[in-house]
T-cell receptor, first 113, second 112 residues
């Protein structure tokens, strides 16, 4: 079938290295941010989220950093594995708690064996 | 997290016809959304489909083209009407569960 992210920016990393995926968000009033992972033929999978009152949050092998001053979000993946190969999207949500997400354009992560 | 099932997973349709996509959730959820993902693109919100109220559509999407039903707290349908090749996309439903937004696996639609 047709794959997601045919024309997306691509980050290529060596297996075992750390990956950093960046995202510039659009609305300074956004209050909630999420990173999703999308593999070919599948829907987006929730990875990690962060509220605007935090600047860092850690999960299992993943860390999200939020810099509200420059409206920048990053996802760090430690010890990248072949299974991490996918398209990664950041998403933002406003303070109205409507859960209407605005998605970034996405980054394809390729892990070299 | 909620388990979300979509049917069909993919379809190939002729222009001018309509396709109804089903979204089934394994738990009761109030907030449900429909998104579109055009080839090589990110996700765009089509509409919010909360049970007990009419669906609300985002700019650029209208009810006549994308009618939505939400008969109960576990089910919704999105119809893509009078299809054209420009409607070829992945259509995804999503739900709010435990204050997080989860997605179904999507319906890959190709219109010839």
């Amino acid at each position: 079938g047709e794959s997601v992210g045919l024309h997306l920016p691509t980050l290529s990393v060596q297996e075992g290295d750390n990956s950093i995926i960046n995202c510039a968000y659009s609305n300074s009033a956004s209050d909630y941010f999420i990173w999703y992972k999308q593999e070919s033929g599948k829907g987006p999978q929730f990875i990690i989220d962060i509220r605007s009152n935090m600047d860092k949050r850690q999960g299992q092998r993943v860390t999200v950093l939020l810099n509200k001053t420059v409206k920048h979000l990053s996802l760090q993946i430690a010890a990248t594995q072949p299974g991490d190969s996918a398209v990664y999207f950041c998403a933002e949500m406003g303070m109205d708690s409507s859960y209407k997400l605005i998605f970034g354009s996405g980054t394809r992560l390729l892990v070299r064996p | 997290s909620a388990v979300i099932s979509q049917k069909p997973s993919r379809d190939i349709c002729q222009r001018g016809t309509s396709l109804t996509i089903q979204c089934q959730v394994d738990s009761q959820v109030t907030m449900m959304f429909w998104y579109r993902q055009q080839p090589g693109q990110s996700l765009t919100l089509i509409a919010t489909a909360n049970q007990g109220s009419e669906a609300t559509y985002e700019s650029g999407f209208v009810i006549d083209k994308f009618p939505i039903s939400r008969p109960n707290l576990t089910f919704s349908t999105l119809t893509v009407s009078n299809m054209s090749p420009e409607d070829s996309s992945i259509y995804l439903c999503s739900v709010v569960s435990l204050e997080k937004l989860f997605f179904g696996s999507g319906t890959q639609l190709s219109v010839l």
